[in-house]
Structures are given as C-alpha cells and as structure tokens.
C-alpha cells in the first residue's frame, strides 16, 4: 500500500515525479535533504551551524528533547537560521514494543518543548534506529505527524576520521529526493558535509530541507 509522503517518507520526490508536479522536464538540478540527529551537541552543532551559514546550506534537526531542554538557545537558533527542527524522542528510546504511555511521554512531551522554544508547529518526527512498531506508527499519524527516515546513511557515527568522510562523498551520486543520515553529535558530519558541499558546483546540488519534500 503506497502511504502519501505527508506520513512516511524514506525519500523525497524523484527527478521525475518532480517534472510531473511541475509540468515540465524538470531541472538538471538534483535537490537533496540532509539531516542531522542526536543534537542539539553544545560543541559541534554550533559550529556545523557556523559552517552552514557560511554556506547558505539550510537543513533539518531531529532534535532530542533531553538535549534541547538542555540547549534551548541552539534550538532556536537552528530556527532562527532557517533550517527545520523535528523530533526524535525524548531519550533516543527504540518504539519497536513502546506502549502508548511511553510513546506520550517520549514523542509528545519533546513536541511540546520543541513547539513552545521555537513558537512553531513541530509535525515531523523521526524514530530512533528507524525501528517503530505498526501500533507506534497509527497513534503518530493521528497526531498528524510526518514520519520521516532516510535512504543514504554514510553511517558517519562509526566513521574515525574524515578521510572515511571524503572517501564517502566520493562514492556518493546524489539522486533527487535523497535524504542523508547524519548526527551533529560527531565532527566527522562536518567533514563530510563540507566535502559534499565543496562537490555542489560539479554536481549541481540543492540542498532542501524536509517539508519541501511534502506537495
Ligand atoms: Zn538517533
């Protein structure tokens, strides 16, 4: 059964279906999400924050809710810089088996803090691990949230150094509607997303953030 992309995603819109929505052949541009979880990191998010600005790449945040009660000035200034904020649990708990309390007290209360720091709707949300139970899923969508995963994970937490980085990026061929797997809990994104960056001249790159996956 397909599930509308406002739900679940994995990807965004293909070169293709972008050229059917917008009625032409399309651009030779490829758009891509990256996503940064785990942060709000009191050492490197601002830091890779610095780096983004500098480079007017905008991005999406799956924050914690432990880190962001802790770092309420880098959520909002996440916001404030115009990337996108959504949530990632209150303690990185897997839903795989999460009864309907836990899931409350996990999902809501991180939205809750997220939309009272940044005055804005937090619909999108992203499990820890990817891993969540069919139960999990129904009770997220009837509180209308935007279950988003990922379909490149360079698996930049298990990286040493950012040579694996490089050697990554090198291997990488973007696709449009790509959505990258990253942690700003780790300097090893930031290598990795400077060298994509660094790329974006060669391979005519657009960096999207999430919602504008959602038609
Ligand atoms: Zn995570």
Redesign the pocket.
């Known amino acids: 059964m397909a599930v509308p992309r406002r739900m679940l995603m994995d990807r965004g819109p293909s070169s293709t279906e972008r050229a059917l929505i917008a009625g032409h052949s399309g651009r030779s541009v490829a758009e891509i999400a990256l996503t940064f ?2 942060g709000p990191h009191p050492e490197h998010t601002p830091r890779l924050l610095d780096w983004l600005a500098e480079h007017k790449v905008l991005a999406t945040f ?1 924050v914690l809710g432990a880190m962001a009660r802790s770092h309420p000035d880098l959520v909002r200034r996440i916001v404030a810089d115009g990337h996108e904020i959504g949530n ?1 649990t209150y303690t ?1 708990v897997s839903l795989e088996h999460a009864s309907p309390q836990l899931l409350r007290a996990e999902v809501g209360t991180t939205r809750a803090l997220l939309e009272d720091l940044t005055g804005s709707p937090c619909p999108l949300f ?1 499990p ?2 990817g891993k969540i139970s069919a139960r999990a899923l129904l009770q997220l969508w009837s509180d209308e949230h935007t279950v988003v995963l990922w379909n490149a994970d360079p698996r930049d937490y298990a990286m040493k150094s950012s040579e694996a980085a490089v050697a990554w990026c090198a291997r990488y061929r973007a696709r449009s509607g790509d959505i990258i797997l990253l ?1 700003d809990t780790s300097t090893v994104a930031s290598a990795l997303v400077r060298d994509l960056v660094e790329r974006t001249s060669r391979q005519a790159l657009h960096f999207s953030r999430i919602s504008q996956y959602i038609s």
């Open positions: 979880d785990d799956f990632h990185h992203r820890p691990w942690h």
